[in-house]
């Protein structure tokens, strides 16, 4: 009996296998199709560079996700996971190019169809890999200097009542004060710009660094200490190996927040006379009404910050495999 | 493993007491105790009275305020690990493997190196070992404790201090793993200071057990259980024990 069933189950799954439409591929390929279409069939309010590539780009496109749709052996299973995003995504380019380029309605300096930002990356591509460039740097550089330092500080104001007595006032005092209020200062301490925007950097993410690792190691059940100090545990021990590890999760949390304000900080720190990065590129453009420059600029930046933020992620999940519901 | 040699204990008038906001809450009360090298002892009294206390004495987590904490002759000054306390939550390390746990001891002081066989042996004598490689919170409480058991005996204690390390299992675990400590006692020769609140257990498991008020803890009785392992609950000697401790308690039987 249990024989037929499978053989039934068998018989199902591969019949779905060879007839299943991808539907969500389908959609997408419409969305896709539809924006492909109008942005080379309907005429252009005023002339914008790239019209003709960004239709075949996206007619491309459209195409690629009606091969998936019909093609399901093919398809990639994270691929059919970010479906619904694929279809919103087509319809978005859609009504961004009929608002813009197509009606009119959202007028010109202020926003750009979605051609205008391709013709950026298309005329403009070797000016911003040399701002990426440079902002990989500063902000490479800031950060993880910020972060080091951060942990440091706070794993001493954590372990240390001392440390804290002074160390945590003093941290309360500097974490709310905004990254530009610091500018004056940092260019009368650091002798070149570029060191002066690098402590903006990693100022900026070094405080929610500290502040949560001061915490996560106050918070670490004392019991541990109890259990390591019968153990035989020299302190040091006990602050690699038990209140560090203890709080981890603090510490990621910190490092999270220290992504996203090293991030804000940059066009502040690349306003220190820099003559490139991303920071400089989107006031640069901004200052000659270039916005669309400056969408592009960001769309690199919110890319950039994502790709970290997901990096982030994987390191923390294998560091923390150990917690609860984590893996 | 080779057996150990135990370790006697001996409390001289101690008194001890916590400091809450400049006043000192007193909570034991002139405790004079002698526990004889390789001695199982029971401690038995209310909730609150100063039983944890007493083992963190002993284990040199804390010095008395007045009296004298002796380990076989030498004064407790602080901890060590010939004397191991397991608590009654299992705290094993959240972030080690079962296995990276029983490894603390030896690694924290630097003598680690050559004592893989020895992890495993503690691993085996709990029945874990299987488990070494598994998280703290993928076990049973039953195996969080045997885990944290095994992680006091891989150093090899002459004196094994156990807080209620029971207290939260269910009571088919709990009788499993009450013959597992009486045979560890057994084959180990460990001294063993066992706090409970549960007199049955401290009847099948003692040579001797000792009853204290509420707080300030003082002792206010002792008994000995003269009977050989293994031991049945149904006993009668156990039994009329049992009832005298319990009256000592200020207990019912029948209720
Ligand atoms: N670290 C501490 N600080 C202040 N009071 C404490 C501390 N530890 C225990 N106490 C108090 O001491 C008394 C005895 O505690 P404990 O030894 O844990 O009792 P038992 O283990 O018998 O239940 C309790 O009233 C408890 O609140
Ligand atoms: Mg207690």
């Not at chain 1, 813009?100 to 591509?125: D, E």
């Not at chain 2, 609140?197 to 057990?209: C, G, P, Q």
């Amino acid at each position: 009996m249990s024989d037929t069933l499978e053989t039934g189950r068998g018989h199902y799954a591969f019949a779905e296998s060879q007839f299943h439409l991808w539907r969500d591929g389908l959609f997408a390929a419409f969305a896709w199709g539809a924006t492909s279409a109008v942005t080379w069939f309907l005429p252009d309010v005023i002339q914008w560079g790239a019209t003709g590539t960004f239709a075949i780009l996206t007619g491309i496109i459209a195409l690629f996700f009606l091969v998936l749709a019909v093609l399901p052996r093919q398809r990639h299973a994270t691929l059919s996971h970010y479906g619904p995003w694929f279809i919103v995504l087509g319809l978005w380019l859609l009504v961004w190019e009929v608002t813009t380029a197509k009606l009119g309605w959202l007028p010109k300096p202020f926003f750009s169809p979605p051609q205008g930002l391709l013709h950026v990356y298309l005329s403009n591509w070797d000016r911003l890999l040399i701002c990426i460039a440079y902002t990989g740097r500063l902000w490479g550089l800031g950060f993880f200097i910020g972060i080091s330092a951060g942990f440091l500080a706070g794993v001493g104001l954590g372990w240390s009542k001392r440390f804290a007595y002074w160390g945590m006032p003093l941290l309360k005092l500097i974490g709310p004060v905004p990254a530009s209020a610091w500018i004056p200062c940092a260019f009368f301490i650091f002798p070149s710009t570029f060191q002066a925007s690098v402590f903006l950097v990693a100022l900026a993410s070094g405080i929610p660094v500290a502040i949560l690792t001061a915490s996560g190691i106050a918070q670490v059940n004392r019991s541990f200490y109890d259990v390591a100090r019968t153990l035989g545990a020299a302190n040091r021990w006990q602050v690699t190996k038990i209140a560090i590890p203890a709080a981890l999760p603090n510490v990621f949390v910190g490092l999270f927040m220290g992504l996203y304000y090293s991030f804000a900080v940059l066009v502040v720190a690349e306003m220190l006379g820099a003559k490139f990065g991303l920071g400089w590129y989107l006031q640069f453009n901004t200052a000659y009404s270039a916005y669309a420059n400056v969408y592009a600029g960001l769309l690199i930046m919110a890319l950039l910050c994502a790709g970290l933020v997901k990096l982030l992620f994987s390191i923390r999940d294998r560091l923390l495999g150990w917690q609860k519901g984590i893996l | 493993m080779p057996a150990v040699t135990p370790l006697g204990l001996s409390f001289d008038h101690v008194s001890h007491g916590y400091d809450i906001r400049g006043e000192v809450l007193p909570v034991l009360d002139d405790v004079s105790l002698t526990i004889a090298p390789g001695e199982f002892v029971a401690l038995l009294g209310p909730s609150g009275c100063g039983k944890s206390t007493l083992l963190r004495l002993a284990a040199g987590l804390e010095l008395p305020l007045r009296g004298r904490t002796e380990a076989s002759g030498q004064p407790i000054t602080g901890p060590g690990p010939d004397r191991i306390l397991v608590f009654q939550e299992a705290t094993l390390f959240p972030w080690r493997t079962v296995r990276g746990n029983v490894e603390a001891g030896p690694e924290a002081r630097g003598e680690l190196p050559g004592k893989a066989p020895r992890v495993d042996e503690a691993l085996r004598l709990v029945g874990l070992e299987n488990f070494g490689e598994a998280f703290p919170h993928q076990l049973s409480g039953g195996m969080a404790q045997r885990a944290a058991i095994a992680r006091a005996l891989v150093n090899d204690p002459r004196l094994l201090l156990l807080d209620e390390p029971l207290g939260k299992l269910d009571s088919l675990t709990r009788l499993n793993l009450q013959k597992d400590l009486i045979r560890l006692w057994q084959d180990r020769g460990f001294t063993a200071l066992l706090v409970t609140h549960d007199v049955e257990e401290a009847l099948l498991l003692a040579d001797r057990v000792i009853l204290f008020s509420p707080r300030p803890a003082r002792i206010i009785e002792e008994v000995q259980v003269a009977r050989p392992h293994p031991r049945r609950r149904d006993d009668p000697q156990l039994i009329a024990l049992r009832s005298h401790l319990l009256a000592a308690l200020g207990v019912l039987e029948d209720v």
